[in-house]
């Protein structure tokens, strides 16, 4: 009885040691973006010190956002991720939180480099580090059935690589066309609404290529080159573009070029490191 005893006693307790950890870092995480939000440093560029449209538009975003991430922190308290999927979730939480309501934002408004970056960041570094946390049963743990609910229909989506990219493609070029792009620059909602659409295709964009079963290796690998070329030939248009297409006076065409750059160069390298991972992953199962 008593090794027994032992062995139980020792259980509870890594398991009471784990709960404790996985509350603290949901604490933490909620305390980190509380932070980002309040500090002077990040209020001074914020969309929440701006006009009274966007304190409501910053605030819901900030809201969203810090409900996703206390979402995600709760839920590794009952589904417990890996240490890896863990860090790139909570990477992509912050780096997000930094893109969409640090001082990036308030440049995009007046420079076409700053722009491009901000969209970059969302959609070929914050949602492939959230499709690689797989973060959906966390959420699911801390949010029910309810928010199953929501995402079902995007994952069925996802199992068309080739769709995926078709849709993503469609709203990086509706929002990169002069009117609509200055559209969101000057209307903070056009705005909250051009970043969401952003974080939504770019997600399930990536979640298509980056969870394809080894039967859609080939088209995820034919839907990665499709968005490097269409980006890149958009980030060409902005760089060899002889007159400023976004007219306004603090958008000069070298700053133009420089967003350019940004979408056909820096853009491109995760596109290509994803279709030389995917092009591995499907020459070693050909190869067994």
């Keep these: 009885m008593y090794p027994k005893f032992m062995t139980w006693k020792l259980m509870n307790s890594a398991l009471i040691r784990r709960r404790r950890f996985s509350v603290r870092r949901s604490l933490l995480s909620v305390a980190t973006i509380c932070f980002l939000l309040v500090s002077p440093w990040a209020l001074a560029h914020n969309p929440l010190t701006g006009s009274f449209q966007e304190r409501v538009a910053g605030t819901l975003s900030a809201v969203l956002l810090m409900g996703f991430w206390f979402l995600y922190g709760r839920g590794s308290f009952r589904v417990r991720p890996?240490?890896?999927?863990?860090v790139a979730g909570h990477l992509g939480f912050a780096l997000c939180t930094l893109t969409l309501l640090g001082p990036l934002d308030d440049l995009a408004t007046t420079s076409s480099?700053?722009?491009?970056?901000?969209?970059?960041?969302?959609?070929?570094?914050?949602?492939?580090l959230w499709v690689a946390s797989q973060p959906l049963p966390?959420?699911?743990?801390?949010?029910?059935?309810?928010?199953?609910i929501c995402w079902r229909p995007l994952l069925r989506l996802a199992g068309y690589p080739m769709a995926c990219?078709?849709?993503h493609a469609a709203v990086i070029w509706f929002w990169h066309m002069p009117w609509f792009y200055m559209l969101a620059v000057e209307n903070p909602w056009w705005h909250t609404l051009e970043h969401a659409l952003f974080l939504s295709?770019?997600?399930?964009?990536?979640?298509?290529?980056?969870?394809?079963?080894?039967?859609?290796?080939?088209v995820a690998?034919?839907?990665?080159?499709?968005?490097?070329?269409?980006?890149g030939f958009l980030?060409?248009?902005l760089s060899f573009s002889q007159t400023p297409i976004y007219h306004e006076e603090a958008r000069s065409l070298a700053d133009?070029?420089?967003?350019?750059?940004?979408?056909?160069?820096?853009?491109?390298?995760?596109?290509?490191?994803?279709?030389g991972w995917i092009t591995r992953r499907w020459y070693q199962r050909q190869a067994s």
Excluded: C, E
């Design 82 to 86: 890996a240490t890896g999927k863990a």
């Design 113 to 128: 480099a700053a722009h491009m970056l901000q969209h970059m960041m969302i959609m070929v570094i914050i949602t492939p």
């Design 138 to 148: 966390q959420i699911s743990a801390a949010g029910g059935q309810v928010l199953s």
């Design 165 to 167: 990219a078709y849709l």
């Design 201 to 218: 295709t770019a997600g399930v964009f990536w979640w298509s290529v980056m969870r394809a079963s080894p039967v859609n290796f080939p």
């Design 221 to 231: 690998t034919m839907a990665l080159l499709f968005t490097l070329m269409h980006t």
């Design 235 to 237: 980030g060409a248009l």
């Design 256 to 275: 133009q070029q420089l967003a350019g750059l940004i979408m056909w160069v820096a853009g491109a390298i995760p596109y290509l490191l994803a279709s």
